[in-house]
């Protein structure tokens, strides 16, 4: 990487190349990405058994300013936007960064902040 780099831009880079490995070695095995990043994001088993199996049902119920504030149903929400990214938009790799980018213009909206 240059030298002229940030060291943060850095690390979105390293980030971005660690999804895409992710991505590519676990092709096949969502339900094992889902609980390793969901376990990150301080999610419970019995959440992202919800996101693996229907995250269309936490997407169709949308945003609201409840779930905006709510700690988990935001992570909930952000995961299961980017698992539809993946799935619907051809995203090679697991866009959480852009998913929480539209949770928190989507939240700021509704008046809450996230």
Same mark, same amino acid.
């Given at each position: 990487m240059p030298e002229d780099m940030s060291k943060?831009?850095?690390?979105?880079?390293?980030?971005?190349i660690a999804m895409d490995e992710i991505m590519n070695y676990c092709e096949g095995a969502k339900d094992i990405v889902i609980q390793e990043i969901g376990g990150m994001l301080g999610l419970e088993p019995e959440e992202l058994k919800i996101i693996s199996n229907g995250y269309e049902d936490i997407l169709?119920?949308?945003?609201? =300013? /409840?779930?905006?504030?709510?700690?988990?149903?935001?992570?909930? $929400?952000?995961? &299961?936007?980017?698992?539809?990214?993946?799935? =619907? /938009?051809?995203?090679k790799h697991l866009p959480v960064k852009k998913a $929480?980018?539209? &949770?928190?213009?989507?939240?700021?909206?509704l008046g809450a902040v996230v």
């Open positions: 943060e831009e850095k690390c979105r880079i390293a980030v971005s169709r119920a949308g945003l609201t =300013k /409840e779930r905006c504030e709510d700690f988990r149903g935001i992570r909930q $929400w952000v995961l &299961a936007r980017a698992w539809e990214m993946v799935e =619907k /938009e051809g995203y $929480w980018a539209e &949770a928190k213009e989507k939240c700021l909206e």
